[in-house]
């Protein structure tokens, strides 16, 4: 891992948990790896924050040949990440989008055929993300919904509409930080072990 990156991830796990909100760096390695394992090269956040997260998915992308989007809608963090990611060398990966989910993705025809879309933002609106998101999926493309476990009674409505889609498993890692729900094309589930 180049030095760089290195610096900027352990300055980052130093902040305050409850400023920024970051994936924990278990998970961060679990992410990076799933996006080495599944070849992606298109990938969807929601929810920079800082840009912790996106050092993880750009890490892996720079394996894969692959370019992210990730959107934020606080200003000043998403100034902190616009910084953060620059140090870590990775801008040339990730490309940022200030705004609000999911009506700003309108806006940036370019962000279709997304083979893996990271949910990390305000809880209640997960079932708005997935409505926007499924359309712009790439045939083989998964959605990582983040704190399915910590944030469980807000997400219910989500986890549920997740079970009624056609074409589409849902599996839960409630075991792994504060759980991920992973939401895999049916006819892909042999090919991934989520
Ligand atoms: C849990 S933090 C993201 C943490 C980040 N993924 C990481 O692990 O480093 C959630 C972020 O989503 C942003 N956010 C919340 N709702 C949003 C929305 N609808 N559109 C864009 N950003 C949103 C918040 O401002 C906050 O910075």
Known sequence: MPTQLKQIRQ???????????????????????????????????????????????????????????????????????????AAAGLSN??????????EILVEYPEIAQIDFAFFDATKGEYSQYL??????????????ADNVKSHWDSLSDFVDATQQLKGYTPKLNLELGTGLLTLIPTQQLSNIDA
């Open 11 to 85: 300055k980052l796990e130093q902040l305050p948990h409850q400023n920024y909100w970051n994936i924990s760096p278990q998970v961060g390695e679990y992410l990076r790896n799933l996006v080495i394992k599944l070849n992606v090269k298109r990938l969807l956040e929601i929810g920079t924050s800082n840009g912790y997260s996106a050092t993880w998915f750009a890490e892996g992308l720079q394996a894969t040949g692959g370019k992210m989007w990730t959107v934020e809608s606080h200003a000043e963090r998403y100034a902190e990440a616009t910084a953060n990611i």
């Open 93 to 102: 990966i990730v490309t940022q989008i200030k705004g609000h989910a999911p």
């Open 131 to 144: 409505q926007a998101v499924l359309p712009l999926l790439s045939p083989k493309g998964i959605i990582v």
